[in-house]
């Protein structure tokens, strides 16, 4: 596989260190996307990271720096307006790209405009579990119809630091449980762009946008990111709360999102994918 990265923090980092543990000495080239100016250190950073991975290690900074270097597979893991930026052109040259930062896909323009992409380019748009998990159950009962799917996700304060939780809360004096946003997935996923993409992702695979409810929470007692959900249909009902560890770059985003993108790499490599 020819790998592609689009973006170099957290995500990343820790992808390229855990790569090779588990797809072995199977990637012939990695390709990283950064921000003009950190083209040097992203450079030595890479040849640190995968120097095991593959002697093909390339950093870019565009488009076209990022197709020359022939992905199989994109995987981004920047951000919403990284999303705007590169993943339709990603898409309509025809390579499949993993979509780390899925609340984007909350603006139903560019929500319309990457499956117009994926369509004609012939590629496909994967959408990773990240950081919740059942999401292939709620998205095989989805079609069955009247789906009721409500969603809580709960953090330590400082993981909401620079939200608009701030406005309403003193997260550096909270000392109890604050429910801080009830909303649609929509407004969730718009509003805290790097908080609440699992909302995004629990509307996609279930109720959509609009009817899956949301409530968010900042817990000075929060054991790391909390994602409970309730699922409601005619074929089944459960119930869902995974405590999950922070990572230690980004405290807003949970260590296993790593794990769940590692798993779609490896899936497209293997001779199983599960
Ligand atoms: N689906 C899910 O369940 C989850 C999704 N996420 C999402 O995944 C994404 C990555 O998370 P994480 O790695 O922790 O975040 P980080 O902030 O640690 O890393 C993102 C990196 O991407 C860079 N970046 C952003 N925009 C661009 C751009 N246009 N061009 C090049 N580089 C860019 C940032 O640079 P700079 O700092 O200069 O902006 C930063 O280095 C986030 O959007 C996050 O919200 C996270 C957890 C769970
Ligand atoms: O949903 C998000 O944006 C990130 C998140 O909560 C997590 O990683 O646990």
Redesign the pocket.
């Given at each position: 596989m020819r790998l592609a990265l689009?973006?170099?923090?957290?995500?990343?980092?820790t992808l390229l260190t855990q790569l090779g543990g588990q797809i072995g000495g199977q990637l012939d080239a990695v390709s990283v996307?950064?921000?003009p100016d950190?083209t040097a250190t992203a450079q030595a950073r890479l040849d640190r990271d995968a120097v095991d991975l593959t002697t093909e290690r390339t950093v870019c900074?565009d488009l076209k720096g990022l197709m020359s270097a022939r992905p199989d597979l994109v995987v981004?893991?920047?951000?919403?307006?990284?999303v705007q930026?590169?993943v339709p052109d990603v898409l309509r040259a025809g390579t499949d790209v993993v979509?780390?930062?899925?609340?984007?896909l909350a603006d139903s323009a560019l929500h319309d405009r990457l499956l117009d992409a994926a369509r004609k380019g012939g590629a496909r748009l994967i959408?990773?579990?990240?950081?919740?998990g059942g999401i292939d159950l709620l998205a095989a009962l989805g079609p069955a119809g009247d789906l009721k799917v409500s969603y809580r996700g709960i953090k330590p304060p400082t993981a909401w630091a620079g939200t608009p939780a701030a406005d309403t809360l003193n997260l550096e004096t909270l000392d109890h449980a604050a429910v801080f946003f009830t909303g649609t997935a929509r407004q969730a996923a718009s509003a805290f762009?790097?908080?609440a993409?699992?909302a995004?992702?629990l509307a996609l695979a279930g109720a959509g946008f609009e009817a899956t409810r949301v409530e968010l929470i900042a817990d000075p007692q929060a054991p790391g990111n909390i994602h409970e959900y309730k699922v409601s249909s005619p074929l089944a009902r459960y119930s869902m709360r995974i405590e999950n560890l922070p990572?230690p770059?980004?405290s807003?985003?949970?260590v296993a999102?790593v794990y769940?993108v590692l798993r779609e790499i490896r899936n497209r490599i293997g001779p199983v994918a599960i």
């Amino acid at each position: 596989m020819r790998l592609a990265l689009i973006g170099y923090g957290n995500i990343s980092t820790t992808l390229l260190t855990q790569l090779g543990g588990q797809i072995g000495g199977q990637l012939d080239a990695v390709s990283v996307l950064v921000r003009p100016d950190a083209t040097a250190t992203a450079q030595a950073r890479l040849d640190r990271d995968a120097v095991d991975l593959t002697t093909e290690r390339t950093v870019c900074t565009d488009l076209k720096g990022l197709m020359s270097a022939r992905p199989d597979l994109v995987v981004e893991c920047a951000g919403h307006t990284a999303v705007q930026a590169f993943v339709p052109d990603v898409l309509r040259a025809g390579t499949d790209v993993v979509l780390v930062s899925i609340g984007a896909l909350a603006d139903s323009a560019l929500h319309d405009r990457l499956l117009d992409a994926a369509r004609k380019g012939g590629a496909r748009l994967i959408l990773p579990a990240g950081a919740v998990g059942g999401i292939d159950l709620l998205a095989a009962l989805g079609p069955a119809g009247d789906l009721k799917v409500s969603y809580r996700g709960i953090k330590p304060p400082t993981a909401w630091a620079g939200t608009p939780a701030a406005d309403t809360l003193n997260l550096e004096t909270l000392d109890h449980a604050a429910v801080f946003f009830t909303g649609t997935a929509r407004q969730a996923a718009s509003a805290f762009p790097r908080n609440a993409n699992v909302a995004a992702t629990l509307a996609l695979a279930g109720a959509g946008f609009e009817a899956t409810r949301v409530e968010l929470i900042a817990d000075p007692q929060a054991p790391g990111n909390i994602h409970e959900y309730k699922v409601s249909s005619p074929l089944a009902r459960y119930s869902m709360r995974i405590e999950n560890l922070p990572s230690p770059g980004n405290s807003r985003t949970s260590v296993a999102t790593v794990y769940s993108v590692l798993r779609e790499i490896r899936n497209r490599i293997g001779p199983v994918a599960i």
